[in-house]
């Protein structure tokens, strides 16, 4: 019985040491090594000069799952996203541009993944403390 | 197995019961409350409560609404006020058991839609309507149970835009609304999935602006400037002075701080809830009292300037036109 005890004590234990290192929330990297490009969301179709082969059409890129949760969050089939970075050291945020059906100019954007929040780039000096958070070693909401 | 192994394995499990049992006994409980007021509506109310969900979906979209509500309804002399409850982006009403269970325990049914996009106020109004069709059916607890006339809103982030969106287009239905984490429009996704400056302008009924100082990517007190109501004090600047308004910000409160419960546990940092509900428990609930209720001594705490809301230590960027 005591030791039923003891391996369930110790992989609490355990996983809870194990879950509070591996949440990177300020782990101390060089100070422009911040980012990690997902993908720049819009490849330029490629142009057919000569009609005589049909080209493959290009393999739709997988979406990211960080793209898929901000894309969900819009609720809107024609939102498109590019230039997705991930903060390396705090995975849930994500920035970017991003478009939209009745805002269909490409705006910077700032995903806070674990709140589920997105911010859009009004031009405002707001925003650009908002976007602060996307810089490695900022302190995460 | 050595002694030495069972010593330590006896401290591991001597630890780990420590840790689970920390949060609700031994560590310090931040924004305590500090005078009459706020110390009375802080602690739970008299009533045990009950929780129920409809059978069937409650509002537009195919969500299904949970009710929460004194025990003894049947029982009680007079109809009861009701509460509307708008959720945050993603979430349901399983992240805010422990606030609205409080105010249950105060007399109050609340009605929460299970809608994970309330920002827009529609699931919200469905909800009420729910209720007016609960309180009209003789099989329901809730028949003949809810007073209409008293109708008050509360939500959470995207939940406080739906919040005061469903009051501002409830045709007076429903008069009062606690916002929490209101977050600025340029959080809106999309633009107008929040509470909108025409909206909030042109509206009547009261207001009570809720959010915390560590939440300031979300919901800040003050904004450089621009157009946009990007803070909290624009959303009260605009609110017009023909209704009574006041706004608060609780020290030290995270974005999620309300869905406590009450404490945030060892794995809170992952939803951004660092001080959990307690210090929102007392001021929310003695505005809802005071609107739905009738308490005028909880009322007269939110006096402009003088009020006991204005010294009380866990509150700042306090101001009201309360008279």
């Known amino acids: 019985m005591v030791?039923?005890?003891?391996?369930?004590?110790?992989?609490?234990?355990?996983?809870?040491?194990?879950?509070?290192?591996?949440?990177?929330?300020?782990?101390?990297?060089?100070?422009?090594?911040?980012?990690?490009?997902?993908?720049?969301?819009?490849?330029?179709?490629?142009?057919?000069?000569?009609?005589?082969?049909?080209?493959?059409?290009?393999?739709?890129?997988?979406?990211?799952?960080?793209?898929?949760?901000?894309?969900?969050?819009?609720?809107?089939?024609?939102?498109?996203?590019?230039?997705v970075v991930v903060r390396r050291d705090a995975p849930q945020i994500a920035c970017g541009e991003k478009r939209t059906a009745r805002d269909p100019v490409f705006r910077r954007f700032v995903w806070l993944g674990h709140l589920k929040m997105l911010a859009t780039d009004d031009g405002t000096k707001d925003f650009a403390n908002i976007a602060a958070v996307c810089r490695e070693g900022q302190p995460v909401p | 197995?050595?002694?030495?192994?069972?010593?330590?394995?006896?401290?591991?499990?001597?630890?780990?019961?420590?840790?689970?049992?920390?949060?609700?006994?031994?560590?310090?409980?931040?924004?305590?409350?500090?005078?009459?007021?706020?110390?009375?509506?802080?602690?739970?109310?008299?009533?045990?409560?009950?929780?129920?969900?409809?059978?069937?979906?409650?509002?537009?979209?195919?969500?299904?609404?949970?009710?929460?509500?004194?025990?003894?309804?049947?029982?009680?002399?007079?109809?009861?006020?009701?509460?509307?409850?708008?959720?945050?982006?993603?979430?349901?009403?399983?992240?805010?058991?422990?606030?609205?269970?409080?105010?249950?325990?105060?007399?109050?049914?609340?009605?929460?839609?299970?809608?994970?996009?309330?920002?827009?106020?529609?699931?919200?109004?469905?909800?009420?309507?729910?209720m007016r069709a609960e309180e009209a059916s003789p099989s329901s607890p809730f028949y003949h149970r809810i007073d209409f006339a008293h109708v008050g809103a509360a939500g959470h982030s995207q939940g406080a835009s739906g919040a005061a969106n469903a009051m501002f287009h409830s045709n007076g239905a429903i008069t009062t609304t606690v916002t929490f984490e209101l977050p600025n429009q340029n959080w809106c996704n999309p633009a107008d999935n929040c509470l909108l400056t025409p909206t909030l302008t042109d509206g009547s009924g009261s207001?009570?602006?809720?959010?915390?100082?560590?939440?300031?990517?979300?919901?800040?007190?003050?904004?450089?400037?621009?157009?946009?109501?990007?803070?909290?004090?624009?959303?009260?600047?605009?609110t017009p002075g023909t209704m009574l308004k006041a706004k608060g910000l609780l020290k030290g409160a995270n974005h999620n701080d309300i869905t406590g419960t009450p404490g945030c546990g060892v794995l809170g940092f992952l939803k951004a809830c660092a001080n959990g509900v307690y210090g929102y428990m007392g001021f929310p609930t003695a505005w809802l009292a005071w609107q739905l209720k009738g308490d005028a001594v909880a009322g007269a705490a939110f006096k402009n300037g003088t009020g006991e809301f204005f010294t009380a230590n866990a509150w700042t960027g306090r101001v009201s036109n309360i008279p």
């Open chain 1, 3 to 83: 030791r039923t005890y003891c391996i369930v004590a110790i992989l609490v234990v355990a996983a809870a040491i194990a879950g509070f290192f591996a949440w990177p929330r300020s782990a101390p990297v060089a100070a422009d090594a911040g980012a990690v490009v997902v993908r720049p969301a819009d490849a330029a179709p490629t142009p057919a000069p000569v009609p005589m082969v049909e080209p493959a059409a290009p393999a739709p890129q997988p979406r990211s799952a960080v793209e898929t949760a901000i894309l969900a969050s819009m609720e809107d089939p024609r939102a498109e996203l590019r230039d």
């Open chain 2, 1 to 130: 197995m050595t002694r030495l192994s069972r010593a330590i394995c006896t401290m591991l499990v001597s630890a780990t019961a420590l840790a689970a049992v920390l949060p609700a006994s031994a560590q310090s409980v931040p924004n305590a409350p500090t005078g009459p007021v706020e110390t009375q509506y802080y602690a739970n109310g008299s009533y045990a409560t009950t929780t129920t969900r409809s059978a069937a979906p409650c509002d537009s979209k195919g969500n299904q609404c949970d009710v929460f509500y004194p025990s003894n309804i049947a029982s009680l002399n007079a109809r009861l006020p009701l509460v509307v409850w708008a959720n945050g982006t993603g979430s349901t009403p399983d992240n805010y058991t422990n606030w609205l269970k409080h105010l249950a325990s105060w007399g109050f049914v609340v009605v929460a839609t299970r809608d994970q996009q309330t920002g827009y106020g529609n699931t919200v109004l469905d909800s009420l309507a729910y």
């Open chain 2, 207 to 238: 207001i009570f602006y809720v959010s915390g100082t560590a939440d300031s990517l979300i919901a800040p007190d003050t904004q450089s400037g621009g157009t946009q109501l990007n803070s909290q004090t624009a959303y009260y600047n605009a």
